[in-house]
T-cell receptor, first 112, second 116 residues
């Protein structure tokens, strides 16, 4: 079975500070991992996905994530937070097929 | 290229009624999945349709059903509504190829259903 765990349901950072959102996965086979962002009253927007081509994945809006098999992690980072980054972030895993298993989400607050 | 369109955006229904939600996927996408999002349970998979056939199903009661048309548009129906069905219902569109797990899904803005 596959699942993801997001550590920290709420994260607050100052504008310009490093953003680190944690995600650990559980999968019996190499997983396909994704990060999505959700703004209030909106759907989910893909930030980035792990495709096994490279362990460091770059996404949109300056976000990136590093796949670490030894730690079963896929943490999301951004060097410098912007006010517009305030949103809910979801880590997700998918094996074959099209069923996503989402984490419980991390709400990011950016303090001016 | 148009995105995933869900209609309506907001709905208010009374307990016991039924409701139908609609989703138009991205042109060329043959897979449509539905998710329920609530504060308590998070994002939960309802079902997936591919080429008019239900290919995968989550753990929801039979009151939740869906279908897909030949143009890939999908509808989701909930009968005998309960207060706990109040949620944001999200539709996801993808190319739907099997065996290619790294294919992302594109989500609509959702339908906010409130049951009173």
């Amino acid at each position: 079975a596959q699942s993801v765990t997001q550590l920290g349901s709420h994260v607050s950072v100052s504008e310009g500070a490093l953003v680190l959102l944690r995600c650990n996965y559980s999968s019996s086979v190499p997983p396909y991992l994704f990060w999505y962002v959700q703004y209030p009253n909106q759907g989910l927007q893909l930030l980035l996905k792990y495709t096994s081509a490279a362990t460091l994945v770059k996404g949109i809006n300056g976000f990136e994530a590093e796949f670490k098999k030894s730690e079963t992690s896929f943490h999301l980072t951004k060097p410098s937070a912007h006010m517009s980054d305030a949103a809910e972030y979801f880590c997700a895993v998918k094996h074959t097929g099209n069923q996503f298993y989402f984490g419980t989400g991390t709400s990011l607050t950016v303090i001016p | 290229k148009a995105g995933v369109t869900q209609t309506p955006r907001y709905l208010i229904k009374t307990r016991g009624q039924q409701v139908t939600l609609s989703c138009s996927p991205i042109s060329g996408h043959r897979s449509v999945s539905w998710y329920q999002q609530t504060p308590g349970q998070g994002l939960q998979f309802l079902f997936e349709y591919f080429s008019e056939t239900q290919r995968n199903k989550g753990n929801f009661p039979g009151r939740f059903s869906g279908r897909q048309f030949s143009n890939s548009r999908s509808e989701m129906n909930v009968s005998t509504l309960e207060l706990g069905d109040s949620a944001l219902y999200l539709c996801a569109s993808s190319t739907g190829g099997t065996g290619k797990g790294n294919t992302e899904a594109f989500f609509g803005q959702g339908t906010r259903l409130t049951v009173v």
